[in-house]
Nanobody, 124 residues
Framework: QVQLVESGGGLVQAGASLRLSCTAS????????MGWFRQPPGKEREFVAA????????YYTDSVKGRFTISRDNAKNTVYLQMNSLKPEDTAVYYC?????????????????WGQGTQVTVSS
């Protein structure tokens, strides 16, 4: 089992930046691919970004390309999501997820482990 704990959410104004962190514990060898998802109010959970074990491969949803950066520090078992130029439409609960393997998936049901989520609210 892998346990994931997110932190770093908060309330910011449009244009500001936030960095989310997600620390894994337990069987971290199963957390080869790490991803960030978000669930806006009243909507379904959606993919944001994913990163491979080595950090060489990353993938982003179109709406965050150029604004968000995913990275990881395997020595700390931590993945980050740097969010710049935040917009009100980025408001959501952000979830960290993990799965084994090498491919970067965007579907919610292909990730085995999930954190509890952290709220990000962007005011206009």
């Amino acid at each position: 089992q892998v346990q994931l704990v997110e932190s770093g959410g908060g309330l910011v104004q449009a244009g500001a930046s936030l960095r989310l962190s997600c620390t894994a514990s337990g069987r971290t060898s199963s957390a080869e691919v790490m991803g960030w998802f978000r669930q806006p109010p009243g909507k379904e959970r959606e993919f944001v970004a994913a990163i491979s074990w080595s950090g060489v491969s990353t993938y982003y949803t179109d709406s965050v390309k150029g604004r968000f950066t995913i990275s990881r520090d395997n020595a700390k078992n931590t993945v980050y999501l740097q969010m710049n130029s935040l917009k009100p439409e980025d408001t959501a609960v952000y979830y960290c997820a993990a799965r084994s393997g090498r491919l970067l998936y965007t579907r919610v049901n292909l990730y085995s482990y999930w954190g509890q989520g952290t709220q990000v609210t962007v005011s206009s």
